[in-house]
């Protein structure tokens, strides 16, 4: 039997003790992400849908979760083939565009910048490929995530 993983989050829309929805223009986006035995995250829609602009919002979020998994998934790999990663920074960029007809993610690009204190370079540049692959958010998406990472010694 498939060994399975189950996740669960409850979201409240806090927006409610403003104006309903009886306009697209009136109501407010604002809600709270809650997981048990976490801290609460307030987020809103992206101001181009008219949401507040210091909260975080559902698209921020994908791209930081491919970021993350990605992140995770190749320190595991380096410590498993003895490199040594001292620093790991990720400038990722999503792009949303009308495709068939909806507004959707066309890609995601991560751009990991890693330093290395100790192993091979060109080996610690390889793993983020393999990274990729064993990276469960970047799996479950249907559009590309690019890797364009930058490996230098200490």
Sequence with gaps: ?????HFAAHVVWTGAGGASTTSYDAY???FRV?????PP???SSDPSFRG???KHNPEDLLVASLSACHLLSYLALCARAGIE???YEDQASGRMAIKDGKMRFTEVTLAPKVTIGAGDVDKATQLHEAAHGLCFIANSVNFPVLNMPTVERA
């Design 28 to 30: 407010d986006r604002t």
């Design 34 to 38: 809650e997981i048990e035995g976490k």
């Design 1 to 5: 039997m498939a060994k399975e993983h």
């Design 41 to 43: 995250l307030t987020g």
């Design 85 to 87: 990663v001292v620093s």
């Design 52 to 54: 507040d602009p210091s």
